[in-house]
């Protein structure tokens, strides 16, 4: 199969993602999603039981009163979902290798053609994503993006992790693969 050229290269999409963290950061702070979640979780449990969630450490810590104006955090959410919205509309039959609505074929060639199947592991995936980054204390975005560009040690660290599990992974996934 012939490869068709990319939409955009990938100079122009990291040079267009340089300027939004530098923009994003200097009006903002650091990018990070899966922080919003526990901000979130800490603001509802201080309305709650506030003596149960300041006896919390993790709830104490992220559930202050500068903490309640989540709404940007929720924008930066809702975002990633329209962005992929618009991004599968103008490019939708654009795709390298597949059609609109399609699986990779090297998905379908491992596990078969099953949208529940492949719709399950995403999710999964993403919970465990999103567990591992609470864990790690931010997620890619946080970590990979911000954390990187600003040389933290930690996000450092991360990065050669994720992409360490991630490749350890995917040898073990479609290790039947020729």
């Not at 390298?96 to 090297?106: A, F, I, N, R, V």
């Not at 954390?147 to 996000?155: F, N, P, R």
């Not at 350890?168 to 039947?176: D, H, P, S």
């Amino acid at each position: 199969m012939e490869d068709k050229p990319a939409i955009i290269s990938w100079k122009a999409a990291g040079i267009s993602l340089g300027l939004l963290l530098i923009f994003a950061t200097w009006f903002h702070g650091p990018l990070g999603v899966s922080t919003q979640f526990v901000v979130t979780e800490a603001v509802v449990a201080h309305k709650i039981a506030p003596q149960a969630a300041e006896a919390n450490k993790y709830m104490a810590k992220y559930g202050k009163k500068s903490d309640w104006g989540i709404g940007y955090g929720w924008m930066l959410v809702a975002g990633m979902f329209v962005g992929g919205f618009v991004a599968s509309r103008v490019l939708g039959d654009k795709q390298p290798e597949q059609d609109k609505g399609s699986m990779p074929s090297m998905w379908v060639a491992t596990f078969g053609s099953s949208t529940t199947k492949r719709n399950l592991a995403a999710f999964v995936g993403g919970a465990l994503l999103l567990f591992g980054a609470r864990l790690a204390g931010g997620c890619t975005s946080g970590h990979m993006i911000s954390g990187i560009s600003q040389l933290a040690i930690s996000s450092f660290i991360f990065g050669i992790c994720t992409f360490g599990a991630a490749i350890v992974m995917a040898k073990y996934l479609y290790r039947n693969r020729g």
